[in-house]
Structure formats: structure tokens, C-alpha cells
């Protein structure tokens, strides 16, 4: 293949394609495809990746033995621990806590913080992290948090819409929970100093999200994410609450059925130490890292679902595994953005999804599963898509339009990131479209959850995106960073009771992770795979070929 | 005329009454003076104590603004930049002194400063009070429509805008400029021997017995020679003469406490310009009662 | 039409760049970089990240989000012949042809203990927790050590005016990556400074609608408790009616 010639970013042959957008932009500025018909739904949902055959199985051991999931998700469940329980010491403690929160996202830190509002001192709270605190998926969250707050809108709206998004499989208390919780989220991260979008009146900036029928996104620019969270994270830090962090949790411990510690592992030294804890939050995350379907992520580097496979190993019960949100709109070109997330408020300000012939193929903002399967078809059964250099196929976003409709200036001010991100591969996506194709956004499902962030285990908490139950079998724009917030502080909270009620620690023991060896050997599963994987491997062939381990 | 206006951080914090002050004085003598769109601190004691090249950085970079608005057109003067502050003044003064007259200095600051334009060594650091004598003291008399009648006025200079000499914009043994100015406001001068006796400066923040005597020498020997207000152009000796009077009394139980106005209140309340525009109530010793007994308010 | 199952393993495929590594078998053009002082050749066009990973580093530091929001992945390098010392994420930049590459993982950084309720929002108070914001000497070199472009040393003056308006604006987009922090020679933490102003801005410059005030109110009088009960009781069939009944608010 020879040099490829680039002009604005992209290579000529796509350059051409790009002329195709612009002939047409200005008719489309004022046509949108309607919206699909629940039979039209169905039909499209079949190229999603969730349904396409081939993918998923059921789980053979443990609480949730039958359930179907991911192939890559099985087989972490399905997998030996990183150590056998005879090789560890646990009776030597490094760190005797109240309440141990494991993860430092949105969910961890406002935990920590509200179990602190509570009650629960500064020092005998302890929060760990697989890498820096703050190193997460909410971080990364551009798009806001939905919140009904208007007078036209109301919490029971914000239920209907998140149900059906839903696919009508969300716990229904939990979801009430979300959405009667999230102007108060909206107000207390107000009065933490957080700074979100607003209107020359003074009235916050609120806009659609896929889904909706409501306008309730408040966000802070498309940076909502880092700005919500180093806001708490600077309050978490103010009040000096312990933080360790590169010790990921390989292990939970248990006294045989309450979950009583953990075992951390220390990712430089490769130490492990012994946390003893009274009350534990699990607040790891989702699991994009593990490439489902060999699906490109939008998620962190940590994001490997380390949470619910040391869980389920403790007994913990899973909800939602099977289905797993593709976001519509990741990156699809240039190479080294392969997977990134360009936030649902793009097509929310107007950014029309467009095929090789210019046309606009689908409403912009359906559910997200909806749109990422109406972006394969066009893609690989209508073959509209348009193909990168490095042979992946993608359909234009055509970013200009949100000049066009809200006039100039607007992309600046909503999207820095975004132009950033481009501008550093010399595209400018306020005059040229880009190339966008669903990538692995978020785990639906999780350790299932009750309304106070309970699990079935007593001493676990869930929060977050490890947890399962609130969104169903999908998630909308706009309720994830809502959930840690939520989640994070009703899960504070009630472990926070918990403790003021006298909870006692436990003993320590890796019984559980003996009976789930057990049960591994018993199904005939074979010592090869073990997890948590911590970390993805993308060192490639080459390199791991002439690894050796001393 | 239009002409970059450097602020300095304490008039866009304690010395607020200074700016909007100084701001519609000069608006009303045709003098419009253009915030930079971007400035820094100019650096202060750093910069004058020191003859490290680094700390005129930073005076060095204003003085580049300034060169970009004469290019661009957002003024009408050429290389031309009017302050307010008589610390700022001074230390700009300073650090565009030294580089225009050695060139190497000049040139490893611009070499240091390689994402900025090369500063071409030919601004001209002025202040408000050096253009208004500049353009004659009648022009003000010309403006004015509340003659300050009956005010008894001990103009103070302090240091800054007077020494050294080669930066002051007065004669350093005997300044007058602020009594020829108060004069064509239509004020009594009174002379006070103290009139350029150090206030004690940053002394302020960590050795305030030491500030608290040179105050009250400063303001009782105005006051024993009849004044009954001090004026000042300089934040830090406002500070000092004005807010540690509280201390003052505290001392001296017989000290009585004597307004201290920044030059340009007396120009905006000689102007009719409205309380408003002097901002009385930003000063410490509340300098509205003796006014009023005046009948100048 | 392919099918489905194919399709996925077409897309697979494609992805593999960024799901399992680069393969050597697919690459053209090469370029020499400097980990640390060790030469490796890589592949052309990566990013700083990928092509470390292709070197053979696996990251338990200094890699973060991958996508430009963490600051996790703090970078310096110069290039060979080239005086300046240049700052990157390397997630977010391509390598090139002789760079000298490191990482720096974590930024020493001296951060204020103040709680926010009780901070008065005046022009002192970032000063009282950062005195050291007046040592600056405005040389410019956290602005050009900024890998977000922002306008660093302004907004540190700003501070120092006590304009969180402006600090604020100007600090917005601020990762918290370290870099000025690490490159200041009067040794100021910028981006702890941006962050108190920054909260205290948004808590103390900023309303909060009194529509939103409003909602708080009517949740605490259990305005809409009973519409819950008939949702929480609804079946089903009842929820897609209702779901299907939406009106959507004009745009």
C-alpha cells in the first residue's frame, strides 16, 4: 500500500466521500427520519451484537448457574482464582477498617463521602483503587446527568422513560430510587462547587438524550464526567479520607457467608495485604476491556469486571448479564481513536448520522441499542458504510450540522474535548463530518441491587456500574453518572447505618473461594483461564511471545 | 485619546475605589484608557529588589501587550501605557528602563519568551497623574463643577512615584504635582513635611509596629499643620495610612482618625461625576462625613 | 446481505488493532522512539501509548482513561536535535521519528485542606491557601507545558486577582495531569489552585435556578409518592402503555 495522501486528517478517496455529506447537508437540516415503530425496533435489534448468534452462553456454576452472558464475561466467571487460598496468609491484617470502599469513581467517592456525612469517621473509612483515584469510566462520561427538574417534566416521566429504555426489565424500586434522588444529586453537586452548563437567564442548560421525552440533561460542557468527579474527589481529599491506590482487590474474604475483607494486591511491589472491614462497598465498574465480540471500547483501562467475578465467587447474585450496551457512536477513524466515545449530546444539538450517499438513514436519537444496530445494518446488510484505510466500516456523524442549527460558535462551546481529540489528528469536526461505528460502552447488568445499594451478601454494597438492576437490560444517556451519584451515596448511607447499628467484624476466611474451585473442578472447567484479569494485554504477539515470567 | 490601561491586581480587589475612580476622572478629561485584554502581575517587590533577570518577566510580557494593542489598532497611542498603581508603575517603569538600555538583557528575554513577539524596547510606561499634568492643569479646572472649596488637603507621595529619580514623575525632594492638581479641584493644600516619608510598605504583613509608627507620624504631622484629609496614588500606602488607622487608635488612644482619598476620588467628586463613581464607601475611614460638613456632598 | 454471525467476525477483525494488540504482519512504515533512553523501532502512527505497548511496556502506571480525560498519562519528550522539552498524553498523541520519551506517572503537589461551606468567596482566600500563587513571575512555562492548550499561567493570574469567574472559564478543561506543576520554576500547583477556584465559583458565583428549588420541594413533600405507587404496581403491559402514550417536548 502506498503513503496514503492526507487533507484535513483524512485520505483523499474519503475526502471525496466527505463532498457527498456537505451536497447534502442543507436539505437534510430540516428533515429527520421519524422515529422507529416498536416492530421496526425489533426487527433492526437482530444485527445487534447482543442477538446476533454465536456470541453468549450460559453460565455452568454458582448462584446464577443457567443464565446466559457474553462468552468473554463466562469465561472470567468461569475461571480460578489468581491465587489458590493455601498460598496466603490472611490472618496477619495490614488494615482494620469500618468500611472499605473498593473503586474511586462517582459511585466510590460519593459513597465514601456520604457514609462520612453520616456518621462514619474520616479514618475508619478506607478506599481503594486499582490505579489512581478517579482512574474510571466516570471520568470519561461527556454527555450529563438526567435529572427532572423542570416544570414540564417530573420524576415519574423520567421512570416511564428509563423503563422502556429499559425494555421494561429495570427493578422498578431501584429505578424510583434513581430518578426521585437525581435533582437532589444535581443540587448537592451544586453546593460541592461543581460548575454545569447554563443559560444567559441562569436557568441550567438542559437537552435531550437518546430516548427521552423530556429535555433533562445537565451537563458541564462535554467534560460532565471530570468535572462532577474531581469535584467530589477534591472534597474526599479535603477531608483527608484514606485512599491506597494501585492495590486492585483480587479477592474478597468472607466468614462463610458475610463478606468480612479483602485481599488487595499491590500492582508495583506485587504484595498482597489483608484489609478487614466491617461494611465493604464494591464500586469497580464495568467491563468494556474485555473487547466482547472483539468490540472496541470507549471504557478506561481498569474496566475488566474484576468486581462481580470475585463477588460471585462470595456468592453474590447477578442480574441483566446477558445484554451489554454498544455505544452507536465510538470513533471509527482515525486508527489510533479506534473505540472512543463521541457523547450521545452531539446528535442531541442536531449531529445527523449519514451514510456514503450522503442521506440521513435513521432518527438520530433512538435507544442506544436501537441506533448501534440501525449503524451496523446500514454498514454490513446495506453495505452504506464507508471504509477506513484500516478496513473498518463506519457511518458519517455529520458533526457540522450542529453550526447550522444552533449557529456559530455552538460546537466550540458545548464540545471542547471533542474538537480537542480531533484537532490532534488534524480533523476539524465543525467543517468536516467524522466517521463514527458502535463500540462497548457499558455493563447493563451486574450484581444485582436492591434500593439502598444492598446485595444478597451481608457486608456488600454495590454501586455503580458493577451493579445490576436499575437500567434493566439497557441503559439511557444521561443515568449512569446518576447511578454512581445515586448509588454511591444510598450505598454510603446505608452501609453508614449499618455500622451505627452495631455491625462487628468478622472472621476472615477464602473458604468461599475454596467450595468455587471446588465447583469449577466438579463442571470439568480446566485450570487454564484465572481471573480477575486486572488488566487487558495489548502487547501483542510479538512481545508476549518472548515473555518469559522469572 | 485611547490608551492601554494596566490595572495591577489590587484594583480588581481592595483598591477597587482607586480604578472606577481614576476610570471616570479620566473618561471626563477625554482620556479613554483601555483595559488589556490580558495583563499579569507586574511582579512588584520581586522585580525591584532583585536584579534577577527572571522577575522582569513579567513586566516584560505587559509592556509586549501593550506593543500588540499599538499594533492592533485597539488604541490610538503608539507604545504608550497609563497605570494607576504607583507600585506597579514603578516596577514597570523599571523593568522597561533596564532592557531598553541593555540590549542583552533585551535579548535574552525575548529569547526566554519564544512563543511571545519580540518586545521592541520602546514602551513607555506612564501614569494617570503624569498625563493629566501633561495635558495643563487648566484643562482640569475646565471640568470642574463642584470646586472642592474649604477642603484642606495633605497630598502624599510616598515613594514609588517619586523615587528613583530617573523613574519618579516628580521632583523627589519637593513633589508637587498632586498639590497643583487638588489646587485646580479647587482645594486648600496643606504641606506636609511627611509627605514623602516611606509608609512602611510590606512591612504591613509581618511587621505592622512598624507600619502603625510611620503611619501616625504621617498623619498626625498633616494634621498638626491643619490638614484634614491625605490623598495618595498607591494601594499599599491606602493600606497602610487608611485601614491600619484601626490599629492607630488603638495605640495612640488620642489619635483621631483623618480620611485618606486616592487622588482620583477627589477628581470624580470635583467632576460632579456622582458617590458612585468615588466610591467612598470602599475607603476605610469614611470620608463622606467631612465632606458633608464641606457641603461638598 | 453477510451474515450475522460473520458480520461480527468481520467487525472483529477489523478492530483488532485496539482489542488485542498490534501485529507486525500488518504494518508498512516505521519510525525509532527512545523509552527512557532505550531505542525500539514501531510502527508508524500510533500513538505514544500504543507504541509503548508494542515495545513490550506493560502499563500499571501512567495509563488511565486512553481517551484524553484522566491525565494519567503525563509525558515528556524532546526530539532528537531539537532544544525544547515538549509535554503529551500518550494516549492522545502520535509518535514520531526520534522522540525521547518519559512518563511521568505522579506530580508531588501540595494540596489545600479548606472546606468549601465555610470558605469566604473573597479575593483572599485562594491566596491564604496558595501564597505561593504570588511567586509567579509570569514566565508562561505551565502554559506551554499545558497538553490541553490551556491558558495556565493567565488563569494563575487571575487567581491572584481573585477573579474565579475567570480561572474558572479559563481552567474548565483542566485534566489535572501535573504538568505545570512538575515545569514551574516558582513552584506553584496550578491545578489544585484552578480546582478551589473553580468549586468555589460554581458554589458560591453560580445560582442555582429556583425551578430546580423548587422540584427539591415538592420531593420533600411527597408530591409525587402516590404516581410512584401506581408505577411501582403496574404491570407490564401497563408500563409499555404508558411509555407509548409519551409526548415528546417540542425541540
Redesign the interface.
Known sequence: MAELKFIGGYPEYMRELIEKVNSTRAQRKDYTPPAMTPQQREEVLQVHPDFAPGGKRAISIGVNKGDIGPNEVIDLLEAYPLVTPKEIDISNVDYEVDLLIIGGGLAGTAAALWANNEGVATEKILLVNKLRHGDSNSIMAQGGTQAADRANDSPAIHFIDAMGGGHYTNKPDVLKGLVEDAPYIIHWLKEMGTIFDKEPNGDYVERWGGGTCRKRMHACADYTGLEELRVIIDEFRTRGIPVLEHNPVIELLTDGSKVTGVVLWNLETHQYKIVRAKATILATGGFGRLHIRGFPTTNHYGATYDGPVIAYRAGAKLLDTDTVQYHPTGAAYPQQIIGLLLTEKLRSMGAQPVNVDGEAFVFPLEPRDVEASAFIRECYVHDKGIVTPTGMRGVWLDTPMIELKNGPGSTAKAFPGMIRMYKRFDIDMIKDPVLVFPTLHYQNGGVETDPWGCTNLEGLWVAGEVSGGVHGKNRLMGNSTLDCLVYGRRSGMSAAKYLKNGAKFGKLSLDHVDRYVKMLKDAGIKPERKAPIILPEYRGKAVLARMIDL | MKIPYYPGCSLKTSAKNLEVSALAAAEKLGIEMVEMPRWNCCGTVFSLTSDDLMHHVASVRNLVRVQEMSENGSVDTTNKMVTLCSMCFNTMKSAAKRVRENAEDLVKINSFMDTEPDYNGNVQVLHLLEIIRDMGFDKVSAKVTRPLEGLKIAPYYGCMLIRPKEIGIDDPEDPTIGAQLFKALGAEIVDNPFKKVCCGAYHTVHNKDTVIELAHDILTHAQEEGGEAISTSCPLCAFNLDNRQKEIKEKYLKFKEMPVFYFSQLMTLAFGLGEDACMFEANYVDPRPLLKSKNLL | ??D??D??????????????????ADI??WVWIHIMGRAYQVPA???IM?AM?????????S????????G?CATMYRKEGEYKLQTAMAC???VEDGMFLVQIPFAPAQ???????KEPYA??TLLEHYPEI???????TCT?ACP??L?V??YI?DA????YKKV?ERS??C??CGLCAVRC?AEITQFNVG??A??????YG????E??????TE?DQGK?DK??KK??AAD?EE??K???A????A?
Not at chain 3, 7 to 24: E, H, L, P, R, W
Not at chain 3, 112 to 117: E, S
Not at chain 3, 160 to 163: E, I, K, N, Q
Open positions: 446481505m453477510e450475522k454471525k458480520i461480527m467476525q468481520i467487525i472483529a477483525d477489523a478492530n483488532k488493532s485496539v482489542t488485542t494488540g498490534i501485529d507486525s508498512e512504515h502512527g500510533l500513538t500504543q505497548e508494542y515495545a513490550g511496556y506493560k502499563f500499571i502506571t495509563a488511565g482513561c486512553r481517551a484524553g480525560f484522566c494519567a492522545q498523541t502520535r494540596e489545600a485542606t479548606y472546606d468549601i461551606t479575593a483572599s504570588a511567586r509567579c513571575v509570569a514566565c508562561n506551554k490541553q492548550d491558558e499561567m493567565d493570574q491572584l486577582r481573585g477573579d474558572a474548565f478543561d485534566i489535572q520554576p480546582m478551589l473553580r468549586r468555589m465559583y460554581g458554589r453560580m445560582t442555582e435556578p425551578y430546580a428549588k423548587a422540584r427539591l420531593l409525587y404516581e410512584f408505577l411501582l407490564v408500563l409499555k404508558r411509555y407509548a409519551r409526548e415528546r417536548e425541540d
